[in-house]
């Protein structure tokens, strides 16, 4: 299809294959780092993948932070992305990080729901406002939850911050990639979806964040929605779509700062 190349990641990044167990194995280290700390597989619905780990820092915490995974809603689960927990964690805040069902058993507006539940179930485990950081298609995800008919207000009304990372938030150039054999997207579907075509918006404060060596589709899908919803934009100097993550892991970042202010 004429956007495979546009839209595919690993194939411009060096030693792209090398990212998967290394994210996995800081993950476990982490999980065990945390003791009784580290609240694991918590059910937010009645599928095996509904489910959410839930971090715990010492003493009260100060607010939910929850991270939702990438992967194009094909790949991955909570488990290889623990240790990005850690400037949040450090900085006060409890962090939860879900697993949710994938394309194509489900469609991405059942993803969509499957968040809203997890951040909800999530809500009720920690008082305090809540922030939320996604990457690539988390990044779509946490964009979606400002939408007032996903989240009940009490839950809504709590969110301070919400940083899409690489997001994708215009799915209709996915109609022409193969990943739609999967997806299953008509063009209702793909707008229903898109966070840029978003109008009634929960009031939190967003800051759309994306490496500056990432491929030129992501940065214009970081630019969409900065642009669509008038808010702040980070475009960060030598950084790809495999390795913009990192910076969640740094309590002493910019982007731990934004989500834990």
């Excluded at 058993?105 to 809500?123: F, G, K, M, P």
Aim: proline share 5%; with cysteine; net charge negative.
């Amino acid at each position: 299809m004429e956007l495979d190349d546009a839209y595919s990641n690993g194939a411009y990044i060096d030693g792209a294959e090398e990212f998967p167990p290394r994210w996995a194995a800081k993950a476990e280290a982490f999980r065990v780092s945390l003791g009784d700390r580290a609240k694991l597989d918590i059910a937010y619905g009645p599928g095996e993948r509904n489910k959410f780990d839930l971090f715990l820092p010492e003493g009260k915490a100060k607010g939910l932070f929850v991270f939702v995974h990438g992967g194009y809603w094909l790949l991955f689960d909570k488990n290889s992305w623990s240790h990005l927990a850690a400037g949040a964690l450090a900085k006060g805040w409890a962090v939860a990080m879900p697993t949710y069902d994938l394309c194509p058993d489900v469609s991405i507006a059942d993803i969509t729901r499957q968040i809203a539940a997890a951040v909800t179930q999530a809500a009720r485990e920690v008082e305090g406002s809540i922030s939320l950081a996604g990457h690539s298609a988390g990044g779509h995800l946490v964009a979606r939850m400002l939408d007032k008919e996903l989240l009940a207000p009490e839950v809504g009304k709590r969110l301070r911050t919400v940083v899409p990372i690489s997001p994708l938030s215009d799915l209709r150039p996915l109609m022409r990639t193969t990943m739609n054999d999967q997806f299953k997207l008509d063009e209702a579907a793909a707008e229903a979806e898109s966070p840029i075509l978003m109008q009634e918006r929960y009031d939190a404060e967003v800051t759309v964040w994306v490496g500056a060596d990432e491929r030129p589709s992501f940065l214009d899908q970081a630019q969409w929605l900065a642009d669509a919803w008038s808010c702040d934009q980070k475009i960060d100097p030598g950084k790809h779509h495999f390795d913009i993550i990192d910076a969640l892991s740094d309590m002493d970042g910019e982007m731990v700062a934004i989500l834990t202010k």
